[in-house]
């Protein structure tokens, strides 16, 4: 099988090495790919938004399935297109994928069909959104409606910070035509969850679940960024929490979906927080996402290749999906300066026994050297039978990569090891 997976990020190249273990799969393109993805699949120059360009080389190369994997394409309706050229794909389509691509979209379905969430208001009119956070309860949380690189949300502590976050979106269009409308919303305490969920539209099947790390600094200090490093699984996600995260948020959201003609297949993420008034949604993803991905796959024990393909034909609930009852954890070294401006062309050197458990996400290859080429660089992944042991074991490996320039946070997993008393 000839598989095309769009995108070149370390999500995807964690994706790539877990679609190689199919032995059906004979060649896999990535597109753009990155200089280490470049070692486990063809790289092709052809941007993850260049759909017109994707659309055609699938179609010339006879592509048997394409992973379309990063939020632009998918919202942009690759998979609609992919499909409409005879291509089975691993996504949702264009009315689908407007779960991420709208927050105001997500608010509103959540309301419609009782998913329980924050309390919000959306807005189109700078004024009005002034007006409004002169007398709202503070923190309050300013979002950006459309796409903006994980960097579209202002939990603001004072009056003056959320009026500048609204005139930065909607006045500044600091995040361009993704902040015209803005969704202004309540603040929620409580833990944490990422849980990426397979569905067909009919059957959904939760991953294990993870812990993002979004902050840059140790001890969540620092700007947002789009990741910095994950452990799974989440202790806070018991048994319990899971039961009520079926019943209340996963099988209504697939059902909403439905009722509005929206039926979704492929990952569908839930940013989840553990309020005190139970599990609410933060955020709906569209995709997998990254670095939850290093680590879920890494526990993931079926075959990705013929799950995927079960979201696509509506046979989800025919395929097992397994998870070794093991923990991941996942750091993530960046340039630094990253979520801001950072130097790049370094090169990267690592010993050849940590290199299996590298994924490069913002590398290019020069004159046979891998080089920095990102903000994100590389995530460096350890498994192991305790929580301890595999976050021990990735930081003893993020000892064996190194380049100039490189940063990371020595602390991840460290709130997951409190809260498992580990
Ligand atoms: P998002 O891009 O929507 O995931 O938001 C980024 C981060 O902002 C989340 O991971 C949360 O830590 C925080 N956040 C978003 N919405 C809220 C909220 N309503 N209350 C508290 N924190 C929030
Ligand atoms: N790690 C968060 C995301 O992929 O959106």
Not at 37 to 62: K, M, Q, R, W, Y
Not at 209 to 222: E, I, P, Q, V
Request: aromatic share 6%; charged share 20%.
């Amino acid at each position: 099988m000839k598989l095309l997976v769009v995108g070149g990020g370390g999500r995807e190249h964690a994706i790539i090495k877990k679609l190689k273990e199919n032995p059906s799969v004979t060649e896999i393109y990535a597109l753009p790919g990155n200089g280490g993805i470049a070692a486990d699949a063809i790289c092709v120059p052809i941007g993850a938004t260049d759909l017109e360009a994707i659309a055609s080389f699938a179609a010339e190369n006879h592509i048997d399935y394409a992973v379309v994997t990063p939020d632009d394409p998918l919202v942009l309706g690759a998979v609609d297109l992919l499909e409409s050229r005879g291509i089975p794909c691993f996504g949702p389509n264009k009315a689908a994928a407007i779960i991420e691509g709208s927050k105001a979209f997500a608010k509103d379905l959540m309301h419609r069909h009782g998913i329980p969430t924050a309390a919000y208001e959306t807005f189109d009119d700078a004024e009005a959104a002034l007006q409004y956070v002169e007398n709202a309860p503070l923190p309050i949380v300013i979002k950006a409606d459309g796409l903006a690189l994980g960097k579209g949300v202002v939990i603001a502590e004072t009056r003056e910070a959320a009026r500048a976050a609204v005139r930065a979106a909607m006045c500044d269009k600091k995040f361009g035509s993704s902040g015209e409308r803005v969704v202004i919303e309540q603040f929620l305490t409580g833990p944490e969850v990422s849980v990426l969920a397979f569905t067909d539209g009919k059957t959904i099947v939760p991953m294990v679940s993870s812990m993002d790390h979004k902050r840059a600094l140790d001890g969540d200090r620092g700007l947002n960024t789009g990741g910095m490093g994950t452990v799974a699984p989440n202790p806070y996600y018991t048994a319990e929490v899971a039961k009520t995260c079926m019943e209340t948020i996963f099988l209504p959201t697939v059902h909403a979906m439905n009722a509005e003609g929206r039926p979704f297949r492929g990952c569908l993420y839930f940013g989840l927080m553990l309020t005190p008034d139970g599990p609410k949604v933060i955020e709906y993803n569209c995709r997998f996402g990254d670095p939850e991905t290093q680590v879920v796959l890494a526990l993931l024990e079926s075959d990705l290749l013929t799950v995927m393909q079960a979201t696509t034909n509506g046979t989800l609930d025919k395929v097992e999906v397994q998870f070794a009852d093991r923990h991941a954890a996942c750091v993530i070294l960046a340039s630094d300066g990253y979520p801001g401006s950072y130097q790049k062309g370094f090169p990267i050197t690592m010993t050849e026994a940590v290199r299996p458990h590298v994924l490069i996400a913002g590398a290019r290859a020069e004159n046979g050297r891998l080089v920095t080429s990102g903000g994100r660089v590389l995530g460096v992944v350890g498994v192991a039978d305790t929580l301890r042991h595999a976050i021990d074991t990735a930081y003893a490996r993020v000892g064996e990569v190194s380049f100039e320039n490189a940063f990371y946070r020595h602390d991840i997993g460290q709130r997951a090891l409190l809260a498992a008393k580990e």
